[in-house]
Each structure stands twice: as structure tokens, then as C-alpha cells.
């Protein structure tokens, strides 16, 4: 989702971290209580509780982020779409304690995933589509991105269908903004990326083999080959980027 500094809502809402955290409140426990009870799983809860923690916390760094850089913005419908990605992915977590299927379906983490990642085609396209692209909405984006495929990764290698260096795929976008910040408040330079014609197809190859590991589509043997591969891949197009931001490349 692009970012600017402005949007056209008829009636302001602002979109600071307590409404949001309400907004991503509502659905969450919703969705946590018939996950907990339709399985029966203590697991199931610990998982959600574990994703949750995530969720919030891309929520709460997207917020700082974009109101150190515009102040604070207008809630949008856009945003309220990408807020609901969040309760999504901690949903998602319930297949960390709980297994790919988290005691209801064998297509349950594929489903959560795919909702959490696929959202992001249309939260995109409704703030594009009423003119009210934010510099939150965007930052917002980025940040759900990475905590999916964070807790995505990590589900996939919790049940085996992930070598366990995915990991560094799923922490590859949080630590990469979390030192992109750090670098900001200690006032030294940081740069913008330069556009590159293989990050979108790298976060998108990402995205596909993350829900293939979660989904029962492909053997365990070929997802496993397939997130060993891009391990190597992401790794080095986070590092590549993080040269750039921090001015050596």
C-alpha cells in the first residue's frame, strides 16, 4: 500500500493505538472463544494468546512509526480492513499450540493465512479506491505482512513442514523495522530503499510457500525443500536492503 500524508473521511475517527486496539480487540476474542471451544485445546488458547501478542505488537509499532513520521491520522475503512488481517493472524496462532489443524480442520492455519496475507490485495485497493491512502494504512500494511509471515513460519516449522531455519524468514521483516527505528532515534542516517524489481516477487514467493507449508496441498518433503530454498533467498534480499537503509550500499 502506498503511503501520503493525508485522506477524506466525512466523519474523523482517529486512528490512535487505543482504537485500534479495541477494533483488533472485538474479533480476536470472538474468534478465540469458538477456536477454544470447537477444539478443546488449552493449546489452541496459548496459541492464540501467542499470536495475539504478536498482533499487537505490529499494531502498536505501526502507530508509533507513522505518528512520528505524520502525526496522528483519520481512521479508515482501509485501516479497519488491515486491523481485522491482525485478529486473523492471532487466530492463525492457534496452530501453534494446537497443530496445522488446531483440532477443527484440516484446512484451519491455511485459511487463517490466507486471510491475514490475502487481505492485503484488498485493504490496498478500498484506500486507493476512496482516495484515502495514509501514512498509518501503509506503515500498518508492512508491519502485518511481517507478523504473519512471522507467526506463519513458525507454525510451518512447529509442525515439521518448514525447515527450522524458516525462522529467519518470519523475523526477517520485524527485525529489519525494529533496527530501521532504533537506527532513527539515535539520529543517525537512514535511507529509503531503492525501488527493486525483486522485492514485490520475493515477498510474494514468500507469501505463497509460508500458506503452502501451513495448507495440506504439497507433500511435507517438497514444502521443506521449497522454504530451505527461499531461506537463502530472503535472507539475502533483507540483507541487500538493510545496506541501503543504513547508507553502505
Known sequence: MASTEHAD??????????????????PT???????????????????????GIVALAAIRAAVVDAEAR?????????????????????LLGASLG?????GLHPWFAGAMFAVAAGGDAVDGAVA?????????????????DGA??????????????????FLAVGLARPLFSWA?????????????????????????????ATWLAVSPVVSTETS?????????LVTASFARDWLVVSGRL
Open 224 to 232: 521443506r525443500l521449497l522454504t530451505a530454498v527461499l531461506t537463502v
Open 70 to 90: 505524520a502525526g496522528l491520522e483519520p481512521l479508515t475503512a482501509a485501516t479497519a480492513l488491515t486491523v481485522a488481517r491482525a485478529s486473523a493472524l492471532a
Open 180 to 208: 530501521r527505528r532504533r537506527r532513527r532515534r539515535r539520529g543517525r542516517p537512514t535511507h529509503d530503499l531503492r525501488p527493486s524489481r525483486l522485492r514485490r516477487p520475493v515477498g510474494a514467493v514468500t507469501m505463497v
Open 29 to 51: 476474542v470472538v474468534g478465540a472463544t469458538a477456536v477454544t471451544a470447537r477444539s478443546g485445546s488449552r493449546g489452541a488458547l496459548v496459541g492464540v494468546i501467542a499470536g
Open 128 to 144: 486507493r479506491a476512496r482516495d484515502a491512502v495514509t501514512m498509518l494504512g501503509g506503515s500498518l500494511d508492512a508491519e502485518v
Open 148 to 165: 504473519t509471515v512471522l507467526i506463519g513460519a513458525t507454525v510451518a516449522v512447529a509442525a515439521g513442514t518448514a525447515v527450522s531455519a
Open 9 to 26: 473521511t466525512a466523519i474523523r475517527l482517529d486512528a490512535g493505538w487505543r482504537h485500534l486496539t479495541v477494533l483488533w480487540a472485538i
Open 98 to 102: 494446537a497443530g496445522l489443524s488446531a
